[in-house]
Each structure stands twice: as C-alpha cells, then as structure tokens.
C-alpha cells in the first residue's frame, strides 16, 4: 500500500521519521551480527521501523517484502543508524520465494530471530467478503508467518546455542472484534495460537510471542483516513480522535518505532520469560472500560 506523498498528512496525523534516540538499543550477547534477524513488511510502516530497529541493535537484518524501491530506502535508513540489513524482495504468497529468502538469509549468518509484520487490511462484512481477498489475507498474513517459522526452527536449533525467539505482529484484533474485520480478526487470533504452539514446541529454547497495538501511524492507518471520513460524514480528524483513538486512554497515536521497540525487548534476554505471550500496548483499549 502507498502513501500519496503529496499528502503526507491525514487528520492531523502524519507518519514520523525514525530517530536514533527513540530506538531501544540493548545490551544482549545475542545481538551481534553474526546472527540474523529476518523481518518481513521491511518497505513500509511497522516492518520498516523493526527492520531500521534492529539493525541498530547489531543485527545482521534481512528485510523481506514485495516492494524493492521502498525496501531498499529501508535498508539505506538501517545503513544511517550504523547498521545493515539486506533487503530481499520477496512475494509472501509465494512459497518457492520465500524458501529462497530463508535459504539467503542463512548465508549471512545464523538466523536466530524471525519478525512477521507483512500484512493488509480488507474492510467488509462476512455476508460481501470476497473469498478472495479471505485467501490472500490468510496467505500472506497467517499461512506464510507459518511457514516461515516451519523453515526458521531448524536454523534456529542448528545455531551455536541452539535458541531462536520469532515475534509476530497481532493487534488489539486478535483480542476483540470489531465489525467488518472477520479475516484480519481470524488471522490476528491466529498469530497469538501460533505463537503459543512454537512455544509449545520450543522447549525453553525456541520461544515466540506477539505484539498487540491499536492504531500506529503507518500508510495502512492513514490511508484508511480520507475514506472513513467520506464513509461517515465526519471530518478526517474526528475519524482520528473519535473513531481510531475514541477507546484509547491515550489519544496520541503510536509512532512504528514504538512498536519496533517491543520486538526488540522480546527478542532479548531481558524478556526470557515470555514465552507465548503477548505484549498488548494499546493504550487501555482492550482492558478499560
Ligand atoms: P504497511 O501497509 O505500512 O506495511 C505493510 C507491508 O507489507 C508493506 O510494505 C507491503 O508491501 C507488505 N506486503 C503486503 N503484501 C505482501 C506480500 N504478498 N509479500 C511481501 N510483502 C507484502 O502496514 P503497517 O501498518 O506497518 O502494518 C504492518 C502489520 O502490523 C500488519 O500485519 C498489520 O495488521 C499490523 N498492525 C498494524 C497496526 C496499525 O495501526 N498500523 C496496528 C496493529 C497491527
């Protein structure tokens, strides 16, 4: 999805530079680069950040996403922040394209850390849902974060400890429910059991978690913007304050590198424990009333 940059800004919200000091830099023995990170939706938004993030924290980082020309600014702002990520283009509907990716990815290092944040929103009721729209979400959304992580695992045993953390972006969507998102609320709920399973599996050493935000100041926020503004005769703003933030106790939008800062923390020793579990930073949105 694109940004008109022509219009960079939408009801007052524009999407922010990523600055050095807002990035979680860790002291962790694993953040080294002789171990991979490999992040997907690494073009744009959440991913971008993530990917910039943990290049800054010493991580050889591998940016999968369909979207070469923004993938590539990406890897130019990781190489700003004095680190280095690769960037691979990579279509996640495609399983001979992602096996590639991971086949690359383990050339550079040991793949000890998996990031699934590729993903899209469809806004439609489950009666006119196109089934498929049903099937690309689930595929680029659900099946690959799967198979990625199928392809991962055995990367993540073989390497010198033998331990792998893969984080995977849910949302305040795979805690409730809101109308006209069936697909992105299944596929949401399915992350959380994903990660729950890995964890299951993992014995202690391989552990995976999810990050559950409401709305971040990305392109698939602000685009959504002008249309939901038409949709209900409001103003772009209100469609912010009211309709996005209405049910966060706090009404400034998430910045992507806040988001970003979360896998960092999941990924590293400070966060041993959380094992399956889920970071929900949503501003109170799930759990006040
Ligand atoms: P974004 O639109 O800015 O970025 C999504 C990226 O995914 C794009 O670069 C796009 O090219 C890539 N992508 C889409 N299809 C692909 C495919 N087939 N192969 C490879 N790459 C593909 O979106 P974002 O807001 O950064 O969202 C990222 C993730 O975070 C999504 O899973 C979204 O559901 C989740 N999320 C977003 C928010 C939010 O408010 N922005 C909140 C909670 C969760």
Redesign the pocket.
């Known amino acids: ?1 694109k940004i008109d940059l022509s219009q960079p800004t939408r009801g007052g919200i524009t999407e922010p530079k990523i600055k050095s000091e807002e990035i979680l830099i860790l002291l962790d023995d694993d953040f080294n680069s002789s171990n991979v990170c490999i992040v ?2 690494a ?5 971008r950040a993530t990917a910039v993030a943990a290049a800054a924290n010493n991580l050889t980082t591998v940016g ?4 070469e020309e ?1 993938g590539k600014r990406t890897q130019q702002m990781a190489k700003e922040k004095g680190g280095r990520m690769v960037f691979l283009k ?4 495609r399983d001979d394209e992602i096996e590639g990716a991971v086949q690359e990815a383990a050339k550079l290092g040991y793949i000890k850390f998996l990031v699934n ?5 469809h806004i439609d009721s489950i009666e006119n849902f196109p089934m498929e729209k049903y099937d690309l979400m689930q595929r ?2 659900l099946r690959a974060p799967f198979f990625l992580s199928k392809l991962c695992i055995p990367h993540m045993k073989k390497g010198p400890s033998g331990t792998g953390v893969i984080g995977n ?1 849910a ?1 305040i969507h795979a805690h409730i429910c809101t109308v006209n998102k069936p697909v992105y609320n299944i596929t949401k709920f399915g992350l959380r059991a994903l990660s729950q399973s890995i964890s299951a599996e993992g014995n202690g050493k391989i552990r995976s978690f999810t990050v559950s ?1 409401g ?2 100041k ?4 602000l685009n959504q913007i002008p249309s939901q503004a038409e949709q209900r005769s409001i103003s772009q703003e209100e469609v912010v304050h009211d309709i996005m933030m209405g049910k966060s106790r706090v009404k400034d939008m998430m910045a ?1 590198i806040e988001t970003a800062n979360l896998f960092m923390f999941g990924f590293s020793r400070y966060a041993r424990y959380l094992v399956g579990g889920d970071l929900l930073f949503d501003g109170g949105i799930v759990l006040t009333y």
Do not use: R
Request: overall charge negative; charged content about 10%.
């Open positions: 999805m997907t939706g073009a744009s938004g959440i991913g999968l996403d369909l979207n923004e990579t279509d996640l509907t944040i590729a993903g899209f929103q680029i959304m972006m949302s935000t709305f971040v990305t392109p698939l926020v992507p």
